[in-house]
């Protein structure tokens, strides 16, 4: 019998993002090493070793823990594309308002080259990009300041998993 689950892509993940080999990320609860199984649907495992149990467990746990690096794998594969998708428009989106930019400050120029003449008109244009320069460094340096690199929750919650691993 197949498992609802055989082939399946991670939740939320279009097919198009998925590893072309099927792969199954729901654990295989059929009975593992050829486990009889009750009637109720749970493993019979009067007459089993409690050190084949604990094999058992071992390996379903080790093939948990492949099936979840495979699904973050691939998860971070589809969020990769689309934020590289995403930042490929924002650096067009950039360049377009740089053009803007750049010829509004054009077009300023000209117009208080009228008043002032060419060369005061050009100085006055530099020295406005000069204060939005300044006033932009100086907000991207408190910024940068306000940055801790160190992810503190990943790390408090690591510290809390060999404290859950431990029998009470």
């Not at 199954?24 to 749970?42: F, I, K």
């Not at 934020?83 to 490929?88: D, E, I, K, S, Y």
């Not at 377009?96 to 008043?115: D, E, Q, R, V």
Request: proline share 7%; aromatic share 8%.
């Amino acid at each position: 019998m197949s498992s609802p689950y055989s082939g399946a892509t991670p939740a939320g993940t279009p097919q198009s993002y998925a590893d072309p080999t099927p792969q199954n990320y729901a654990a295989d609860y059929s009975g593992g090493m050829g486990t009889p199984m009750t009637e109720a649907g749970h493993p019979d495992v009067e007459g089993v070793s409690v050190g084949a149990l604990i094999g058992e467990v071992a390996k379903d746990m080790s093939t948990l823990m492949r099936q979840e690096l495979e699904l973050a794998k691939v998860e971070m594969k589809a969020e990769a594309k689309k934020a590289g998708t995403g930042a490929g428009l924002f650096g067009a989106a950039g360049f377009a308002a740089y053009m803007a930019i750049f010829f509004l400050s054009i077009a300023l120029w000209w117009a208080l080259s009228h008043l002032v003449g060419h060369s005061w008109s050009a100085l006055i244009v530099a020295i406005l990009w000069g204060v939005v320069a300044a006033v932009a460094g100086l907000m991207g340096k408190k910024k940068f300041q306000q940055v801790n690199p160190k992810p503190e929750r990943t790390v408090e919650t690591l510290q809390q998993v060999p404290g859950a691993l431990k029998p009470n």
